[in-house]
């Protein structure tokens, strides 16, 4: 199985301050054929679904805040939110869908400083 | 607007079976593949099964195979999960999840529902 760590675990950080999350997975996600990385981010808010915000390592959902951003290749991937917003108090996720069993990081909790 | 809408959920004692559903709305169900993910109280995400657009690929993480089957009626724009043979680690809010493009197998979830509590308890 490809194991997806994530870090940190959790993250305070000041109101429209930058926060960053890592995600490294255990092998390439990244499809040579097409080559397209088979990675997505998450946000999920406390008694709700997760919500797509980043596919194919760095795409933005249409409708997210361009203040999010994904970026990374291979195995090493990152989450920016570069102002936090109060909404944005969440646990994100990173998934591989490149292979199953598909798989998710273990999570991070963003909150306010 | 698309829609996924999770029912069948509930308590169950350990050994017991349940059918989930998930009924669909606002897209072209028939054109997606589908898939199961569960959350165990407190914890992460977890991918659970999923099926092809037209039914003619099912895959399981190990420890639901043979328990459970992934099943859809196109005709119906409906999702199930049977769960057989329970036990008090399938407990989790079992959410379905749309795939974000046609035809294909494994890509992000572009859709999710809002998800049916499974509690597997004495």
């Known amino acids: 199985d490809i194991v997806l760590t994530q870090s940190p675990d959790s993250l305070a950080v000041s109101l429209g301050e930058r926060a960053t999350i890592n995600c490294k997975s255990s092998?390439?996600?990244?499809?040579?054929?097409?080559?397209?990385?088979?990675l997505s981010w998450y946000q999920q808010k406390p008694g709700q679904p997760p919500k797509l915000l980043i596919y194919w390592a760095s795409t933005r959902e249409s409708g997210v805040p361009d203040r999010f951003s994904g970026s990374g290749s291979g195995t090493d991937f990152s989450l920016t939110i570069s102002s936090l917003q109060a909404e944005d108090v969440a646990v994100y996720y990173c998934?591989?869908?490149?292979?199953?069993?598909?798989?998710f990081g273990g999570g991070t909790k963003v909150e306010i400083k | 607007q698309v829609q996924l809408v999770e029912s069948g959920g509930g308590v169950v004692q350990p050994g017991g079976s349940l059918r989930l559903s998930c009924t669909a709305s606002g897209f072209s169900f028939r054109k997606n593949a589908m898939h199961w993910v569960r959350q165990a109280p407190g914890k992460g995400l977890e991918w659970v099964a999923f099926i092809r657009f037209d039914g003619s690929k099912t895959e399981y993480r190990d420890s639901v195979r043979g328990r459970f089957t992934i099943s859809r009626e196109n005709s119906k724009k409906t999702l199930y999960l049977q769960m057989n043979r329970l036990r008090p680690d399938d407990t989790a809010v079992y959410y379905c999840a749309k795939v974000g493009e046609d035809y294909g197998d494994l890509y992000h979830f572009d859709t999710w529902g809002q998800g049916t509590l499974v509690t597997v308890s004495s």
């Open positions: 998934q591989q869908y490149h292979t199953t069993p598909l798989t």
């Open positions: 092998q390439s996600v990244l499809f040579n054929s097409n080559n397209k990385t088979y």
